[in-house]
């Protein structure tokens, strides 16, 4: 299966989606705001990365306006933030035949270059 979870209105994901030709086509669309993230896929997501952490953002505005930048977090807050809060969900998830690919960073789009021309 491929999937992505992505947020219509991030212009990062939809860089993304045109740079590795993801389109309705070839993946299943879920844009989380019209569409949010259920706690079984957000237990998936976290069974394949291995936290809630891994798949939380630290870039969502809210993120500083809820004041959690001083506050310890742990995985259960992790989950609890991202069911609540579709910004707080690291976009675009990716899922490539059960791998998944987390946000953005180059390291990210390098293997997901590598697993889709695979």
Known sequence: MRKIYYLSTCSTCQRIMREFNITKDNFVYQDIKNEPI???????????????????????????S?????????????????????????????????????????KVLADLKKELAG
């Open 38 to 64: 259920t706690p079984s896929q957000l237990e998936e997501m976290k069974n394949a990365v291995g936290s809630y952490e891994a798949l939380f953002s630290r870039r969502a505005m809210k993120y500083k």
């Open 66 to 106: 809820m004041g959690l930048k001083n506050k310890t977090l742990a995985e259960n807050d992790y989950k609890n933030l991202i069911l609540q809060e579709y910004t707080f969900l690291k976009r675009p998830v990716i899922v490539v035949d059960g791998k998944y690919f987390v946000g953005s960073s180059k």
